[in-house]
């Protein structure tokens, strides 16, 4: 077992969120460093998982009519299910549902309210629900939530408290003695004009009348861990209780990958949280940006979130694991574009990398019968391409360290460029030729396929499957795990005498026609959506069968504060439906009201118990109102 260790994580994902590009952007991020570290020889742990309690989920809950724990145990299988696709290489998975966290959370909180680190005190501010979090009035933007831009309510409650002011210097201190601790640069100086207003202490709880899915705190089980405490402790729960972690050569961590909106919460709250308990903060905390869609703001109201699943079907998950870590500075925000997508799949990788294998395989089979040669004595042409490699090979060990992807990219392409243009200029079709020529394509051709060998090394962390294929069509049956970046240390590593497979393409094109009928699908699907969401057609509307009905019968279901289960005479039969109106309906003043159900309804179970129908009912404000009629109409009438 190496020495050497390196811990990478990313944020654990809200549940409540369906995995989008944001998402997929960071945990892509974090592979690629992974998978280099372990290629450069370290032993890697890298951890993502799913942020699973709070207010949200909880109403989430609610309305689903299931539990919060049965509502999350199927929410996090899409991040899960989403990581696989894209060849996520995560050593854990870690849910703050499950036992292991708790304990550790629980321990970490009783140890800080044993030292006086946290103490209870009575508070009012102002509340956001969606972002749960409390806010002073001058933190207010327009008296509305300063992130969210929703609205907040004020709460006036007692809570407990970190005593988070308490570390405000030595945070200062660290973030100033500490260059790489908080990067991009911009995003350290954001943290540092955070911090030149008086830092507050963090309250830590919620009670449990107003939220009872979290974990209770040791010390009073009326109330809850605040989500935010609750899930930063992921990053060392992981690794067992606090003595394990402290022994743990995983700990500090090198790199916390964050995007830039919960910057805050990682540079501040956590950082405090670690040294009250008496750990290192991480190594590095590197807040990406964001990505617009078009020029504008991912939004569900604008139509144009963009679903990783659906990009990885249409053009391939290497291409978008490529296209995200090239297109921009990792730290800036970019602008996330079909058409630019398209561009790059073309040019960068399927004019470039993919021909530049498709012809070097071609050639073999052409000149060697597919059997890679043993070179020659080597000229200035071929010296030079060595010293590129060996300069691109130096330079991205370097730019790793600095997480900057795209200019890694940048600098593999000019190798890829490199090797092209060696190929043009020592013209293999003209040295087939002659006797004297031949000997020289043998040169030739083992440095143009080794060119690539040393390509697809470096490019295995960005596109592990289509870095695998380029091995295969090589001949090379050593993985690229197996062979690592020291195989890269001394040029000529690929085995003479090698059989070649048959040139297969790992980019087709998308040709003009194609790319244009791709785009208009893409707009014509946009403009659908904004011009006809939430409409249905006549015909759609005539589907629905809604029928009046009689109430028989009405008693409240049992372990559900809203559900009350009714029969209902419809004339032609007796139906037991089940209706979440029992905070606005005691259940024997519903005997003998009529109502309107949906009749063709498919029957569904809730609670255990099979509802064969809907009642109609509308909300204001939280109350249940059902719908009437002025005049009593009978029973089965169809309602229009």
């Not at 139509?303 to 730290?331: K, W």
């Not at 130096?394 to 900057?404: F, H, I, N, S």
């Not at 790992?506 to 904004?530: G, M, V, Y």
Request: contains cysteine; neutral net charge.
């Amino acid at each position: 077992m190496t020495e050497k260790k390196f811990y990478i994580t990313t944020p654990i994902y809200y549940v409540n969120d369906v995995p989008h590009i944001g998402h997929a952007y960071t945990t892509i991020a974090a592979d690629v460093v992974a998978r280099f570290k372990r290629l450069d020889g370290y032993e890697v742990f890298f951890l993502t998982g799913t942020d699973e309690h709070g207010q949200k989920v909880k109403e989430a809950a609610e309305k689903l009519e299931v539990t919060p724990q049965k509502h999350v145990d199927k929410l996090h299988q899409r991040f899960k299910e989403l990581w696989l696709k894209f060849n996520i290489s995560n050593n854990d998975f870690i849910r703050t549902t499950e036992e292991r966290h708790k304990v550790v959370v629980c321990n970490i909180l009783q140890t800080l309210f044993d030292r006086d680190e946290i103490y209870r005190d009575s508070y009012e501010g102002w509340y956001c629900t969606p972002c749960e979090r409390f806010w002073t009035e001058k933190d207010l933007k327009e008296g509305n939530c300063p992130e969210c831009r929703r609205k907040v309510e004020k709460i006036k409650e007692h809570n407990y408290f970190f005593r988070m002011s308490k570390y405000q210097a030595w945070l200062i201190e660290k973030i100033k003695n500490d260059p790489h601790f908080i990067l991009p640069l911009s995003r350290r100086n954001e943290v540092l004009g955070f911090l030149e207003k008086p830092l507050e202490d963090l309250c830590i709880s919620r009670p449990k009348s107003r939220l009872p899915w979290g974990i209770p705190l040791p010390f009073d089980e009326e109330y809850v861990t605040y989500v935010w405490f609750d899930a930063l402790i992921n990053y060392i729960s992981v690794h067992g209780s606090l003595g394990e972690i402290k022994n743990s050569s995983y700990w500090p961590a090198n790199h916390n990958m964050v995007g830039k909106d919960i910057l805050t919460t990682h540079a501040v709250y956590w950082s405090t949280m670690l040294k009250a308990i008496g750990l290192e903060p991480p190594k590095n905390i590197f807040a990406h940006g964001w990505w617009t869609v078009n020029g504008q703001k991912m939004s569900k109201s604008l139509h144009n979130v963009v679903e990783p699943n659906e990009l990885a079907d249409q053009f391939g998950v290497d291409v978008i694991r490529y296209f995200l870590l090239r297109e921009v500075p990792f730290g800036l925000d970019g602008d996330f574009s079909h058409k630019a997508l398209i561009g790059r799949l073309n040019s960068d990788l399927a004019n470039n990398l993919g021909n530049l294998l498709n012809r070097t395989v071609n050639m073999m089979k052409k000149y060697f019968d597919g059997t890679i040669p043993t070179p020659a004595t080597p000229g200035d042409e071929d010296s030079a391409l060595e010293g590129k490699a060996r300069e691109v090979v130096d330079e991205v060990r370097k730019l790793y360290d600095e997480l900057a992807f795209n200019k890694i990219l940048q600098k593999i392409w000019e190798l890829v460029d490199t090797t092209n243009q060696y190929i043009d200029k020592t013209g293999p079709w003209n040295l087939a030729k002659t006797d004297e020529g031949k000997e020289r394509l043998k040169t030739v051709m083992y440095n143009a396929a080794e060119s690539l060998r040393i390509l697809g090394v470096l490019l295995f962390p960005f596109m592990p499957k289509s870095c695998e294929s380029l091995m295969l069509q090589l001949g090379v049956e050593k993985t690229i795990e197996e062979q690592g970046m020291r195989s890269l240390d001394n040029w000529g590593s690929l085995s003479s005498d090698t059989k070649t497979q048959k040139a297969k393409q790992l980019f087709p094109r998308i040709e003009d026609k194609q790319a244009a009928k791709i785009l208009a699908e893409l707009e014509a699907s946009k403009n659908d959506n904004k011009d006809d969401s939430g409409k249905i057609t006549i015909d759609e509307f005539m589907k629905v069968d809604l029928r009046t009905g009689k109430i028989l019968e009405a008693e409240k279901v049992k372990k559900s504060k809203k559900l009350i289960q009714l029969k209902v005479d419809i004339g032609t039969e007796t139906r037991q439906i089940l209706a979440g109106i029992a905070e606005s309906y005691e259940p024997e003043k519903l005997i003998g009201r009529t109502v309107v159900i949906v009749a063709n309804l498919k029957p569904a179970k809730l609670m255990g118990i099979e509802s064969q129908g809907m009642v109609l009912a509308a909300s204001n404000d939280g109350t249940i109102l059902l719908a009437g009629f002025d005049q009593e109409p009978g029973q089965g009438i169809q309602v229009r």
